[in-house]
């Protein structure tokens, strides 16, 4: 089904930040089904750069791995809360996150935090509930 430009422009935009390329598609894949724009990033980096873009291309949730080559996942958070001062929502997925950087994560405010493997319907419940805050 084609997406005209206009309501492309209204969808929720989702930062997707995986450094698994198979477990990045498979989340964009889910996430584009349930029609949201997806944005990847594969590292830490590349995170810090889609979150200071533009406002019209900025996402409006993200999907955060911590364990990251460049920036670790809370860097990142740490960034988007301390540096660029934004409440915008994030949820966790990860794969090895431990009690303390669980602690981290939530302490800079994040929407939920999940540990892999999650559900697609998991991913997409926290999402919908991020975006809806």
């Given at each position: 089904m084609a997406v005209s430009p206009g309501e492309r422009d209204r969808r929720a935009r989702v930062l997707v930040v995986e450094d698994d390329e198979e477990v990045g598609r498979f989340l964009e894949e889910v996430i584009t089904a349930s029609g949201y724009l997806v944005v990847r990033a594969k590292n830490g980096a590349e995170a810090v750069a889609a979150?200071?873009?533009?406002?019209?291309?900025?996402?409006?949730?993200?999907?955060?791995?911590?364990?990251?080559?460049?920036?670790?996942?809370?860097?990142?958070?740490?960034?988007?809360?301390n540096v660029m001062h934004s409440g915008l929502p994030v949820v966790v997925l990860t794969g090895s996150g431990g009690p303390e950087e669980e602690r981290a994560a939530r302490s800079l405010g994040v929407s939920d935090y999940l540990l892999k493997p999650a559900s697609p319907a998991q991913v997409l419940h926290a999402l919908r509930s991020a975006l809806r805050c």
């Open positions: 979150l200071a873009a533009p406002k019209q291309e900025a996402p409006h949730a993200v999907l955060l791995d911590l364990n990251l080559p460049l920036e670790s996942g809370v860097s990142v958070l740490s960034f988007l809360r």
